[in-house]
Each structure stands twice: as C-alpha cells, then as structure tokens.
C-alpha cells in the first residue's frame, strides 16, 4: 500500500468550510433504567462537527463515549435533545454514516469471506453484482488488503481483520465515519500502523471521521479537534483544537514540544476529574 | 518450508494410521463374528454366512426395491417436511421472543409426546399409506430442529445486529445472510438428532402399520422364524444407518466448513 503517496496529500483537507457543520448534537441526554433505578449516562452534550474534521471524543472507561457515539449512529434512542447531520434529524441509522466497532473479531461475519463481508452493506444500495466488486476492490485495496479477498476474516490477524471494518465501512461510501474504540484489541505496533491507515484514508477519501478512544496520545496525534469528557453522568469537560501541523508522523509529531503540552493538557482534564470522583 | 515436508509427512503417515485403526476395527469385529458363529446351531443365532445368505437373496436385490426404497423415500420426505417447518418455524419464533414465550409450553408439551406414541392416532386417521409414515416422521423429527433454531437465533450476537442496523440492510439480508448462517451451527445440531429419530420412527411405524418396508420385513421375519432374514433386515439398517449418517457428516463439513475452521484455530 502506497502509504506515502497518500500521507502527502493530508493537507489538502486542512481548507474545510467550517460554517455549516456536518453533525450538530444539542443538549443530549440519555438515562438508562437499571431496575427501579435511573441511572443517568450522558448529562447535556453539545457538539459539532464541520465537514472533513476529524474529531476525538476522549475520556475515561465507562463515560458513556459508546453511548453517545451509538446515539449519533442512530443504534440507540436519546432520552433527550436532538443530533442532526446535515441539518436532518437522526431518527434510526442514517445512510451517509458507516460505524466501525471496536471488537472486529465480532462485527465480522466468519461465514462470509473478506470480500462478501466488504459488499454485505452494499446490497441495500442497488448496485449491480459487478459495481458491489469493483467498490470492494477499491475499499480493500485502499486498506492493502486485496490478496486477502477471498479468505475468511478469522484468517486474518486482529490488524488485517479491524482493516477489513475499514474497508467494508469505506466501501459504504458514507460522508462520515464513526469509529469506537477501533484500536483497542490491537497490539501496540498494528495500533500505530491502524492510525496512519485511518488518517491516509480521511486525507483520500475527503471523509469526516468521529473517534471513540480512552488513549490520550491517540486522540491528540489523530484528531484536528479533541472533545474531552468525564463525570457522571458524562458532559463535556473542555474541547481542545490540536494546532499539530500535518502530516502527522509517529516518531516526529509526537517529538513536538507542543504534542507533549496537549497531551499534558488532556490528561490534566481526565485526572482531575478522576481525583474528584475518589 | 524446510520444516514443512518432513511435518507433514507424519501428519499424513498419522492420518493413514487412524484410517487402518477405523477399518481394522470392524473387520476384526465382522471376521470374529463370522469365526465364532460359523458352528453355531442355535436357532436364534445362527452363523453369519447363513445371514449373509439371506442378506444376498432378500437386499441384493429383490427386496431393496419394494422395501428398502419405500423406506428411504418416507424418511427423506418426512424429514424434509420437519427440516423446513422446523427452521421455519424457528426462525419466526426466534425472532419473536414474546410469541415464543407464549407457545413455548405448548411445545415443550408436544415435544414430550414420542412420536412412536401417536402411532395408534395416526393409524385410525391417516391409515396405513406413506401419508402415516411421513406426518409420523415429521412430527418426531421437527422438534430438535426447532428448538435448536430458537436457540440458535436467539443466541446471535448483539454486535452483528447492530451493523446489520448500522449498515441499515434489508430484512432478507439479515435472515438469509446474517440470522441464518449465525444459527447454522446449532441448526445443523438439531438436524443430526433429528435424523436418528426419524430412522427410528420409521421402523417403528412399519413394524406396526405397513405392508412393506425394512421394519416390516423385519418383524414379518421373526413371525415366521426365519430368523436369518430377520437379522438380515437388521444389518441392512446398520449399513444403511452408517451410510446416512457419514452423508449427513459431509454435508455438515460442507456447509460448516468456516466453523469448524474456527474451531480448529483456536484449538491451535
């Protein structure tokens, strides 16, 4: 996979319009019932997304990240607010968004090989046989993954198989991408090499992407935009604009005196928090 | 692959091991049977070339025709009936957790019943014709596929329903292509309980109330002491038992061939 062609382009994206965003949450709260208890998970969230940013939701386990990205994914019903994208309330799962789960070895289908779990999602989109192909070939080339077509996902490493969640969601061809936790049941080497995947694919593709992650370093080296959250219920402590330049490297991005200010930044948030919640 | 060639080479010559073991086995089994019986005057069990007599005059080929035939031909169409009501069925039911709690002690109540049970009930409404045979055989065989498609639909992962959602695809994708396939391992389960008792109920059912058939022959044998055809009949269902029950294997190894690679795997 051409790696360096695409991590070349990556500032093209940085001319966003950020006017009109592609994703408005206002004042979102979700309460679950647990027994005869309310249990109250997301407190009041606001937020937007312009068209081509990518954005970082961090925080700590169990602050109803998920949640709020399955309320945006249109899987799970807000107690209340609202979440329009592009201007279009979200009333069950919209067709411009693909969502790439954490846990891959359970979001694939291990009787479908690689290539018929990247044209699955298609069948719904009228396509003929041969445009469903050619859209899976392209996605899964765009992951390097085309001599893997015709095996089965549980052939594959962890690392190849969240690659084919990638791909079936790109092939989708959806404006944005939702991802949670999507490199979290990866070792640590496959987890650097996913994060260069996901940022040459925002950069190709021209896509906006919303990330779900509990790792500091990640959200900062990822995103354009980090959205902090804790407490509970969850709300947003503080969101944090990542001035990084482009293209963003492994080694000398996270070099930079100012990553390790941000990062510093983000984990102050998360720790204060966590020593109030003791 | 330096280390390839000698690895697998013990792996073949340890394949090859198992397959002489597999068919060691019955041969000593068959040639002691034959040894020890070759002298025998007892009536009722006499040696096994006089069976292997009978077996030749009756199976090969006379009566294959207008007994075992029959036989097979009701058992394939009753289990036929109970595969897809069953998954049918199941699927519905599966799917529909508040209609399953509902029938669900109404099957459990049915599902108690033994199909040989009704055998009285189904000779006074259906008669003795193939009909009988075949409404007997579904009824026995449906349950174990039925239950085990419940479950097996039930039991599908949450995760792989939510990028059905997610993905938003249509009702028949996700029934024939996630729900279906999800549940296949448990399905194919029930079916090969399913096969033996419908090879039960069919003998059964004609040793009661038939004209023809293995059972019939069978039973018709031990009434008029010609005690070789009777344990002719029997050996007959042996074989054609294994034989049923080593097509039912490929099958399964054919339509489950990615879970049991799964299972291989982690084993590994």
Known sequence: MTKADVMTNSLVQANVQPSFPILAVSDLSKTYQVGNNLRPVLGGISLRVDRGEFVCIVGPSGAGKSTLLRCIAGLLAPSSGTILLDGQPIHEPPPKLAVVFQDYSRSLMPWMSVAKNVTLPLRSKGYSKREQAERADEALSAVGLTDARSQYPWQLSGGMQQRVAIARALAYEPEALLMDEPFASVDAQTRSDLEDLILGVRDTFGMTVLLVTHDIDESVYLADRVVVMSGSPTMIREEITVDLPGPRDQVSTKLLPRFAELRAHVMTLIREDRVKGL | ?268
């Open chain 2, 1 to 268: 692959m330096a280390l390839g060639a000698p690895f697998r080479s013990r792996i073949l010559s340890h394949r090859l091991l198992m397959l002489l073991a597999e068919v060691a086995v019955p041969t000593v089994a068959i040639v002691l049977w034959w040894v020890l019986s070759a002298n025998s005057t007892s009536l009722y069990f006499p040696p096994l070339s006089t069976i292997m007599t009978s077996f030749r005059n009756i199976w090969l080929f006379s009566h294959f025709d207008s007994d075992a035939v029959p036989s097979l031909e009701n058992l394939a169409a009753g289990f036929a009936i109970a595969t897809v009501a069953g998954i049918a069925l199941g699927l519905t039911l599966g799917l529909l957790p508040i209609l399953a709690d509902a029938v669900a002690p109404t099957v459990e109540f049915l599902r108690a019943v033994p199909g040989v049970a009704l055998l009285p009930a189904a000779l006074l409404l259906l008669g003795i014709g193939p009909e009988m045979k075949i409404s007997l055989i579904a009824y026995g065989t449906i349950w174990p596929i039925l239950l085990n498609t419940i479950d097996g639909v039930r039991g599908v992962d949450p995760v792989v329903v939510e990028v059905a959602s997610s993905y938003r695809m249509r009702r028949q994708d996700r029934i024939l292509r996630i729900v279906l396939p999800a549940a296949s391992p448990q399905i194919v389960a029930g079916m090969r309980s399913a096969l033996s008792i419908g090879i039960t109920v069919i003998i059964f059912s004609e040793m009661i109330g038939s004209t023809n058939g293995i059972g019939f022959q069978i039973l018709s044998a031990q009434h008029s002491f010609a005690v070789p055809d009777m344990w002719a009949g029997i050996v007959l269902l042996g074989i054609l038992g294994y034989l049923l029950n080593l097509a039912f294997r490929g099958f399964e190894s054919y339509l489950l061939r990615w879970h049991r690679g799964m299972q291989r795997l982690a084993r590994s």
